[in-house]
T-cell receptor, first 114, second 111 residues
Framework: SQTIHQWPATLVQPVGSPLSLECTVE??????LYWYRQAAGRGLQLLFY??????ISSEVPQNLSASRPQDRQFILSSKKLLLSDSGFYLC?????????????FGPGTRLTVL | QQQVKQSPQSLIVQKGGISIINCAYE??????FPWYQQFPGKGPALLIA?????SEKKEGRFTISFNKSAKQFSLHIMDSQPGDSATYFC??????????FGKGTMLLVSP
């Protein structure tokens, strides 16, 4: 069966520091991968999605970037964090064209920028 | 056109009652409508989904009703339980594009 991992689970970072959040998927190949942000009590904002290695689409211009160095690895980064980057970051995957459209979320990373 | 409007924003239901959450959309290209359940501090979990070729889908106590002509769909939770207390998101998808989510409904089922 497929599983999705995110780490770290929680993170407290000072303003201006760098960020690296990692997401990996097991049990599938060539998944579509997604990064979402969820502010407290708010909905889901799609940040980036990827349909393959090195292919990244950005939905919202911002202080963040994403990379997909391997088929089942998705990384969210920032060079300098802002207070407004605080939130709950969710990685998700879907089977893609070959296997279906259902989208499955990871456990999330709670980021607090102070 | 890409929006999915979800209501209510929050909902309190007595144990054993029926919880109803509604969503409406404009984009007629949407052809897949999932619902997600999210507990505090956890990622959303796919609960149930429907295609527009059927008007209703039921899984246990959860039912999606779909009205294609009105461009509306709703989630009904029968015999609501305190364990159902969570945030529920509707979403819509056109083809193999990205999901468009509603803003969520916080459901509280009182004992």
């Amino acid at each position: 069966s497929q599983t999705i991992h995110q780490w770290p689970a929680t993170l407290v970072q000072p303003v201006g520091s760098p960020l690296s959040l990692e997401c990996t998927v097991e049990g599938t190949s060539n998944p579509n991968l997604y990064w979402y942000r969820q502010a407290a009590g708010r909905g889901l904002q799609l940040l980036f999605y990827s349909v393959g290695i090195g292919q990244i689409s950005s939905e919202v211009p911002q202080n963040l970037s994403a990379s997909r160095p391997q088929d089942r690895q998705f990384i969210l980064s920032s060079k300098k964090l802002l207070l407004s980057d605080s939130g709950f970051y969710l990685c998700a995957w879907s089977p893609g064209l070959a296997g279906g459209i259902e989208q499955f979320f990871g456990p999330g990373t709670r980021l607090t920028v102070l | 056109q890409q929006q999915v409007k979800q209501s209510p924003q929050s909902l309190i239901v007595q144990k054993g009652g029926i919880s109803i959450i509604n969503c409406a959309y404009e984009n007629t290209a949407f052809d897949y409508f999932p619902w997600y359940q999210q507990f505090p501090g956890k990622g959303p979990a796919l609960l149930i989904a429907i295609r527009p070729d059927v008007s209703e889908k039921k899984e246990g106590r959860f039912t999606i009703s779909f009205n294609k002509s009105a461009k509306q769909f709703s989630l009904h939770i029968m015999d609501s339980q305190p364990g159902d207390s969570a945030t529920y998101f509707c979403a819509a998808l056109a083809g193999y594009s990205t999901l468009t989510f509603g803003k969520g409904t916080m459901l509280l089922v009182s004992p």
